[in-house]
């Protein structure tokens, strides 16, 4: 699965907010919101991203580069590391008026919007810039999906390449098997991929899964390089299994209601902030992927190989997969456009 054409990312930083004052009477209203001045209109976004990620470094710097542009009228106000809850959590807030918005990986966008799901059936990539090419040709699509469930998207900002991280060496299906593994509890595509796969395993709030790792309730966990270390579950395994499984995805975004609170002379700006520091985000965090697998292994983690052959039943299985959800989460129309990657019939521009 790896192409020397692109590498794999994630997410890292340490957090920072700071602005910079204007002149004038702007120089009062920008002293307050680096004081913590509430906005006019402050957006509550929740996510399980730790504090001290990269993720929140950029949400801190959109935060101070929107109230500086907007006057200290617009502001976000963002609860880290999971203490709103997990994904499933953060939507029920959100829906009910608790929150505003979240940062959410495939499982969130899953359920706002089932055909965002397609960037992530198992091994449909082999390198990031056939995701960039499918965003190019399906970003639209996706970012109308979102809207009819209700959603703004304020910008992408994918988690990566995900590995199989497990106390024992996982080389074959049979290894998958014999693992206790864990499932992201309410991710039908996870669970479609363990079903074909023969697994039984153990469902879990994300929240839940280092000690779940310390207590051996799972041996075994997916994630993207850099999530295993900014999660610090890379401590609790021996080894990772050297294949991709899965691309995933991810996203900010705000309900529609509280994003057109935003004066409407205000909403371009932001969304230029946001789109312009999540990309720059998604480019750094596919080095922080690469950077992540190094310091795993320099740890101690031990790389598994898988054979060609054994690669091989692994990616029928993903097939089998891409085949059970067409019509299911997404249209097989979009599934092909993505596979294809030429863009025909599925619009020229993306919002990434």
């Known amino acids: 699965m790896r192409n020397t054409e692109t590498k794999h990312g994630s997410v890292r930083g340490a957090a920072a907010l700071a602005l910079v004052a204007a002149v004038g009477t702007a120089l009062a209203i920008t002293t307050q919101a680096e004081a913590g001045a509430k906005a006019e209109v402050e957006l509550k976004i929740a996510t399980v991203a730790p504090e001290g990620s990269s993720w929140m470094k950029t949400m801190r710097d959109i935060d101070a580069e929107v109230r500086k542009a907007t006057g200290g009228a617009v502001g976000f106000k963002v609860y880290p590391g999971g203490v709103q809850g997990d994904e499933i959590v953060v939507l029920r807030k959100i829906r009910s008026g608790q929150l505003h918005g979240g940062g959410f990986t495939g499982l969130g966008l899953g359920q706002i919007a089932p055909a965002t799901r397609v960037m992530e059936v198992p091994f449909l990539f082999d390198n990031y810039a056939q995701i960039d090419k499918a965003y190019e040709c399906v970003g639209s699509s996706l970012e109308k999906h979102l809207q009819e469930g209700g959603f703004t998207l304020l910008g992408w900002a994918e988690v990566g390449f995900v590995y199989l991280f497990s106390k024992d060496p996982i080389a ?3 290894d998958l098997k014999k693992a206790k593994m864990w499932l992201w509890e309410g991710d039908p595509l996870a669970e479609s991929f363990y079903r074909h796969m023969g697994v039984v395993p153990v469902p879990l709030p994300v929240t839940d899964v280092m000690t779940s790792l310390q207590t051996r309730l799972i041996d075994a966990v997916y994630a993207s390089p850099y999530a295993c270390v900014a999660l610090q579950w890379f401590t609790r395994v021996g080894s990772f299994t050297d294949v991709p499984i899965t691309f995933a995805s991810g996203a900010v975004v ?7 609170r935003i004066p409407a002379a205000q909403r371009e700006p932001v969304l230029r902030i946001c789109r312009t520091r999540f990309r720059q985000l998604v480019e750094k965090s596919r080095t922080q992927n690469d950077e992540g ?3 795993i292994e320099k740890s101690g983690v031990k790389r598994v190989a898988v054979t060609a052959a054994e690669l091989q039943r692994f990616r029928e299985v993903g097939k089998a997969v891409w085949e059970e959800q067409k019509g299911k989460l997404y249209p097989p ?8 990657r030429d863009c025909a019939g599925s619009g020229s521009s993306s919002s990434r």
């Open 333 to 340: 129309a979009l599934l092909d456009a993505v596979q294809r």
């Open 172 to 174: 074959t299906q049979a």
């Open 254 to 260: 705000v309900s529609s209601e509280a994003f057109n």
């Open 293 to 295: 697998l190094v310091e």
